[in-house]
């Protein structure tokens, strides 16, 4: 834990490819990679102001050729491209080889972390306030189309007498990510009260980690049922013939045409005469009897009990009168 790991090292050969392409024996890799080193330092001091944001090398056996990311590329060209000779010129007569200068322009520098990195340092040497110069960089970025941008600065921040960091960031920035593209820049501003170092982390996506297309299914073409019986051997002829020709019945069968189903269509039912009708034709004779109505149900008659015989009662007693 607490490990830092530098943004485009830690996904070499991952996704991102490396910026010096050579290969040399172990006696020739030393001074070939001080080579790099110097003329990395000396276009980046000459080329101060023309916001080159990566430089790439690449190597032949007698050829070396140099590729400059530039967000100005008027200002490498120059005039009439003078300024790109001299800058040729002056590149042989440093290396003894023949060089070849490539420019490729950064169409939006507000997405590049080592130019987002160089204009916050260029405003703090201004003697505008860090806060706010991170603050405007943020913005600016985050406009351009990033997702996630972090800026850090370290130093004695506004002349105090003590170092300190102070950082700021908007969106997301998924360091540990390794399909995440986060481009990675740092700088120095040189002011009067001291040196203070400027980070910046720019995240614009993931890279495109496209499957590989599945190959296309076999498509079976359908067998042909019929069988040239004239092509097969004498003795198969016969059994072949046998299996592939249809049965008589078969054919019969399949030949008469199916009988079609008719649907019994059901007689109407005679509609309900009604008691008018009923009474009329009962009257005239024409053989038909009234309908008899409906048998009330009789009602089910509660059977009663026989009454128990009376006792008779006892005489009363004469009342005795009074003497």
Same mark, same amino acid.
Request: positive net charge; aromatic residues 4%; without cysteine.
């Given at each position: ?259 079609? @189903? ?5 007689? $109407?039912? !005679? %509609? &309900? +005469?009604? /008691?008018?009708?009923?009474? =009329? *034709?009962? @009257? ?5 009897? $009234?309908? !008899? %109505? &409906? +048998?009330? /149900?009789?009602?089910?008659? =509660? *059977? ?11 005489? &009363? +007693? ?6």
């Amino acid at each position: 834990m607490g490990h830092k790991v530098h943004p485009n090292g830690f996904r070499l050969g991952v996704y991102r490819n490396w910026e010096a392409k050579w290969f040399a024996p172990d006696k020739e890799y030393k001074p070939l990679l001080l080579e790099d080193v110097r003329l990395r330092r000396m276009l980046l001091a000459r080329l101060k102001n023309a916001g080159v944001a990566r430089i790439e090398t690449e190597r032949s056996s007698s050829a070396l050729t140099i590729t400059l990311h530039t967000a100005k590329p008027g200002i490498v060209i120059g005039k009439g491209g003078t300024s790109v000779d001299q800058l040729r010129d002056e590149l042989e007569k440093t290396t003894g080889k023949r060089v070849r200068v490539t420019i490729q322009e950064i169409k939006k520098p507000e997405l590049s972390a080592q130019l987002v990195a160089e204009n916050v340092a260029a405003q703090l040497e201004k003697r505008i306030a860090f806060r706010r110069a991170i603050k405007q960089s943020l913005m600016k970025t985050m406009r351009a189309g990033a997702q996630g941008v972090k800026i850090r600065v370290r130093g004695r921040l506004g002349g105090s007498e003590m170092a300190r960091v102070e950082w700021n960031r908007e969106g997301r920035v998924p360091l540990h990510t390794l399909k995440a593209d986060i481009d990675f820049g740092q700088t120095e501003a040189k002011t009067t009260f001291g040196r203070i170092g400027v980070s910046a982390w720019v995240y614009t996506g993931n890279f495109p980690t496209e499957a590989p297309p599945k190959p296309a299914a076999a498509v079976e073409e359908p067998v042909d049922a019929g069988i040239p019986v004239a092509d097969v051997a004498s003795p198969l002829a016969e059994l072949v013939q046998a299996v592939v020709a249809p049965t008589p019945v078969a054919v019969e069968a399949a030949a008469a045409p199916a009988p079609v @189903a008719t649907a019994e269509v059901p007689a $109407a039912k !005679p %509609k &309900r +005469a009604s /008691r008018t009708t009923k009474a =009329t *034709t009962a @009257a005239d004779g024409g053989g038909q009897t $009234a309908a !008899p %109505k &409906r +048998a009330t /149900r009789a009602r089910a008659t =509660t *059977t009663e009990k026989p009454a128990a015989p009376k006792t008779p009662r006892a005489p &009363r +007693a004469a009342k005795k009168k009074d003497e």
